[in-house]
Structures are given as C-alpha cells and as structure tokens.
C-alpha cells in the first residue's frame, strides 16, 4: 500500500489542523493505521492508531483530550483531527499501516509509511 499525506501547515498555539493520508490500493480496510511524529533532532514517536474498523482507538498521553484519529474506509483514508496546537507539537507527522491485528505504539510493528507533512506550532 502507498501512503500520501497531507494537512500539514503553520498555526498559532490553540489552533486546530486536520491531517489526511490517503492510502492506494483495495485493501485500506484490512490495515491498522497510525500517525507518528518527529520533532527536529527527537526519535520518532507514536502519536494515535485505529482499529480496522474504526471501533478502537489508542493514543500517547500528550496527545489525549486534544486529537482525534478517525477513518474512512470507503475513501481509504485516515484522518487526525488536532485540536488545541502547543509549540511542543511541531513535527514532521507521518501515517503508517499495520497488517498486525492488535493496535501498537512500536515504529518496528508498523509496515508502511508516508513521506510526511510538516505541522508548526508557532506564534
């Protein structure tokens, strides 16, 4: 599967973004999705994932209260919903698919990845 997000912006603390990533191929439905993130000179860190279905999903604690992941498996794509923006959440973000039945935080679990959209958290 290729992956293409796209969202990415510049936006004053508190605002709000909405990422997309949009997935190729029929099997959209068959892969847990995720979103990571990647802070200039930071590892590469797990932000959300969902379920196939949509019915379950897993969050870091930074991120909890604030973003929501959801999908559309009729459009095969994966959304994050980010709400209420702090500096400390400038990052590259990347979608990424799992074709493990169990949602994980684990970069290694994960076997597709997108090629990132830059968020900026700044006044």
């Known amino acids: 599967v290729q992956l293409q997000a796209s969202g990415g912006g510049l936006v004053q603390p508190g605002g709000s973004l909405r990422l997309s990533c949009a997935a190729s191929?029929?099997?959209?439905?068959?892969?847990?999705m995720a979103w990571f993130r990647q802070a200039p000179g930071k590892e590469r860190e797990f932000v959300a994932a969902i379920s196939r279905t949509g019915g379950s999903t897993y969050y870091v604690d930074s991120v909890k209260g604030r973003f929501t992941i959801s999908r559309d498996n009729a459009k095969n794509t994966v959304y994050l919903q980010m709400n209420s923006l702090k500096p400390e959440d400038t990052a590259v973000y990347y979608c990424?698919?799992?074709?493990?039945?169990?949602?994980?935080?684990?970069?290694?679990?994960?076997?597709?990845w997108g090629q990132g959209t830059q968020v900026t958290v700044s006044s």
């Open positions: 191929g029929r099997t959209f439905s068959t892969y847990i």
């Open positions: 990424a698919a799992s074709v493990r039945v169990v949602l994980s935080s684990q970069r290694e679990t994960y076997d597709y």
